[in-house]
Nanobody
């Protein structure tokens, strides 16, 4: 069974930082594209960042320069370093994998940015 388990969410003040982690199992991690989605109440799910097996990254415009996605293939883990957080970053963040026609999401971790 595919498992994507997110952790690292929490409550932070504006301008603060968090690092999200996603531990993967049940997949050939080093051939999968990985990424992070987020979904806020009343809004559609938004793709935040992706990383290919060879390390090529992409980000949605609103997080460029603030968020960094990375992966550790030995640990089968993908990370999202989130700096300079803003209230509009508040959402449930979901780990994502994609290879050919196969894709999966994790259960999510809550990130709340508030003073």
């Amino acid at each position: 069974q595919v498992q994507l388990v997110e952790s690292g969410g929490g409550l932070v003040q504006p301008g603060g930082s968090l690092r999200l982690s996603c531990a993967a199992s049940g997949i050939l991690f080093n051939i999968n594209n990985m990424g992070w989605y987020r979904q806020a109440p009343g809004k559609q799910r938004e793709l935040v960042a992706t990383i290919t097996p060879n390390g090529t990254t992409n980000y949605t415009d609103s997080v460029k320069g603030r968020f960094t996605i990375s992966r550790d293939n030995a640990k089968k883990t993908v990370y999202l370093q989130m700096n300079s957080l803003k209230p509009e970053d508040t959402a449930v963040y979901y780990c994502y994998r994609f290879w050919r026609v196969w894709s999966d999401w994790g259960q999510g971790t809550q990130v709340t940015v508030s003073s």
